[in-house]
């Protein structure tokens, strides 16, 4: 990977970030649920459940 395509990423992640800053928490559920995070209810996917028992 070039420094470029560094760079490319780096914008992209930065310009993700200010998008996710203004999501309201609907969309940021269905985000997640998209990446396989979350289910659509906003519980954490089985694969992260010890994640969900540990901030419990």
Excluded at 12 to 36: P, R
Excluded at 41 to 51: A, D, H, I, R, T
Aim: no cysteine; glycine share 4%; hydrophobic share 40%.
């Amino acid at each position: 990977m070039s420094d470029k395509d560094i760079e490319m990423l780096i914008e992209l992640a930065k310009l993700k970030l200010e998008e996710a800053k203004h999501m309201s928490k609907k969309e940021a559920i269905l985000s997640l649920n998209k990446a396989g995070l979350l289910t659509k209810k906003g519980k954490s996917m089985k694969v992260y459940n010890e994640l969900e028992e540990a901030r419990a």
